[in-house]
């Protein structure tokens, strides 16, 4: 079975994709296209251009689109009718076959949820997976169908996840943000495992074994890696601030280079490595930083290789400009 390496790619970043990164990855998903009424809406993506420059790099390579993103809205009222299904699927087929990409990614942040500022609704359970059979009755079974799925229990309660898993190529879990803007427990937003004292219970390891039990196969299952930090800050100086109770919600940090540069064992943080979530975090005195580094990821990239699963994908390519985390990503997988 061959491991899949997926990076999602901001449109502002794709001018900077290097050759290096593109012999380094097997699936770029494009951020983001949008759902605009019932059509497919391309304006945020003004550097679609540099797809045949990349491309020329590694011909394997997949050019997928991601449509949707935190806060971004439409699914919902789209998705509710048969006609509006099919438009938006139709004018997906179009920019597919405008731009020679290879899929469409559904990044709907979140079915039945209106948390991010978007419109809601009961029946976005059923329509989700509606939508999922339109995109692929559009895009035909060579061309790629799959999503981005939440960490938490709340997904799989609001879709169908059998159905879709039926469906998709692929189920991208975004095993990061587990720990997001919502909580003051301090602690990993990206563990592979769950550590003793995590009340959360949150992890990589935890919500694989929930989408398994739902329906997903693990030759469908893609877990998730942060190229990004959280930071909560006003912790009191005990376990190092690790599931401690801070004065803020765990506020989206620093990419990993400038953690480098700037943050790890450097002005006053000092690395800690929690060996039970296999996973690093800094800490000052009051303030905890939680990310993945190369030793998490080479510890994710082993883990999911063990369990027999699909791949790993990563958010968000420009957080890393110096690439440690993809080519430490990149060695694990390889390796035999």
Same mark, same amino acid.
């Given at each position: ?102 899929? $469409? ?11 991010? +500022?978007?419109?809601?609704? %009961?029946? =976005? #359970?059923? !329509? ?49 943000? $587990? ?11 990206? +563990?592979?495992?769950?550590? %003793?004292? =995590? #009340?959360? !219970? ?135």
């Amino acid at each position: 079975m061959k491991h899949l390496i997926l990076g999602y790619v901001c449109d502002h970043d794709l001018p900077g994709v290097t050759e290096e990164d593109a012999n380094m990855l097997d699936c770029i998903n494009l951020a983001f296209g949008k759902v605009n009424g019932k059509r497919l809406d391309m304006r945020e993506m003004k550097h679609i251009g540099d797809l045949p420059r990349i491309r020329a790099w590694n011909p394997k390579l997949k050019f997928i689109l991601s449509v949707g993103g935190w806060g971004a809205g439409g699914f919902s009222l789209m998705s509710r009718t048969e006609e509006g299904r099919r438009a938006f699927a139709a004018s997906c087929r179009e920019i597919a076959d405008m731009y020679r990409l290879d899929g $469409i990614d559904i990044d709907w942040e979140y079915p039945c949820n209106d948390s991010a +500022g978007i419109d809601a609704d %009961p029946s =976005d #359970r059923e !329509n989700f997976t509606h939508l999922l059979q339109a995109l692929r009755d559009a895009l035909g079974a060579d061309r790629v169908v799959s999503i981005a799925a939440g960490a938490g229990s709340y997904f799989i309660r609001d879709t169908e996840m059998e159905k879709v898993a039926r469906i998709c190529d692929w189920v991208q879990i975004m095993t990061y943000d $587990i720990r997001s803007g919502f909580q003051k427990e301090a602690g990993h937003h990206t +563990g592979l495992f769950t550590s %003793p004292g =995590d #009340r959360l !219970n949150g992890s990589a390891d935890a919500s694989v074994k929930a989408y398994l039990a739902a329906g997903v196969p693990r030759e469908k299952t893609v877990i998730g890696a942060a190229f990004y930090s959280r930071r909560w800050d006003g912790l009191p100086n005990e376990n190092h601030g690790l599931f401690r109770m801070s004065g803020t919600v765990g506020q989206y940090g620093p990419g990993y280079t400038k953690l480098e540069e700037e943050f790890i064992n450097k002005n006053g943080f000092t690395r800690y490595w929690d060996d039970d979530a296999k996973a690093p975090f800094l800490f000052n005195g009051s303030s905890l930083i939680s990310y993945d580094d190369p030793e998490s990821i080479r510890c994710k990239c082993e883990w999911l290789k063990k369990e027999n699963l699909l791949g790993i994908m990563y958010w968000d390519h420009g957080s890393d400009p110096s690439r440690k985390l993809l080519r430490a990503m990149s060695g694990a997988m390889r390796e035999k």
